[in-house]
């Protein structure tokens, strides 16, 4: 990989997540660029320093707009002057649809195995972390809520991405995520057991 690149990176970019709420800063940024990596192998040809840069790219936007995060996020990479000299034009289009095609929400597959790559890595593989980010997300965006209206927007949240027909994707084999989702399913199964989970994972009891 190109020093230079992971350098200016980790210099420019990389801090920039210190704006964004704790579910979606740099703990999240290393646990996804270390899940790109690693399902970078199921794949042939693949740039480990475009992928690199769409991981460490993909939600510096989040604190801006949640909601078109994966928009504006691709255009603050492509937009970027200094980091132009590190890919063709070519690349820098691949990588920046690959950004836009992350989010799980999206009802489109991903253009390429780099957008397919970042969705799956961008996906949570621990119950307890991605209850603790939901709980960040609304603490921060919904800081008024009282402990059931928690409750409730985080059992639809998970129920509407995760459950039998939830809109998150996956494009790789990852086993880690397939134990998740069985956890998930088990805690959506049981409204009472998920209340407990989020209640004692989030130090609210």
């Given amino acids: 990989m190109n020093k230079e690149l992971i ?8 801090p920039e ?24 192998k199921q794949f042939n040809n ?3 320093d475009m992928l690199y840069t769409i991981a460490a790219f993909h939600d510096i936007a989040h604190h801006i707009d949640k909601k078109n995060h994966e928009i504006l996020s691709a255009k603050i990479f492509y937009d970027n002057e200094d ?3 590190f890919f063709t034009d070519e690349q820098r289009i691949v990588i920046k649809e690959a950004i836009e095609d992350h989010r799980a929400s999206s009802n489109c597959i991903p253009r390429s195995d780099y957008g397919k790559i970042i969705s799956s890595a961008d996906r949570s593989t621990d119950v307890n972390e991605f209850l603790r980010r939901t ?6 965006h919904h800081p008024e809520s009282t402990i059931d209206e928690m409750l409730s927007r985080a059992y639809i949240h998970t129920s509407n991405k995760y459950g039998d027909n939830g809109y998150a994707k996956h ?10 989702r069985n956890e998930i399913s088990n805690l959506l199964s049981d409204r009472n057991l998920f209340n407990a989970k989020y209640l004692k994972t989030n130090n609210l009891i």
Avoid at 7 to 14: A, E, K, P, R, V
Avoid at 17 to 40: L, M, P, T, W
Avoid at 171 to 180: G, M, R, S, T
């Fill in 83 to 85: 980091i132009k000299h």
């Fill in 17 to 40: 997540y210190s704006k964004n709420d704790s579910g979606h800063g740099i703990e999240h940024i290393n646990y996804v660029i270390d899940r790109c990596f690693r399902f970078a």
């Fill in 7 to 14: 350098d200016y990176i980790q210099n420019n970019i990389l």
């Fill in 171 to 180: 494009y790789v084999i990852d086993d880690e995520y397939n134990k998740f």
């Fill in 46 to 48: 693949i740039d480990l």
């Fill in 135 to 140: 709980h960040a997300y609304t603490l921060r």
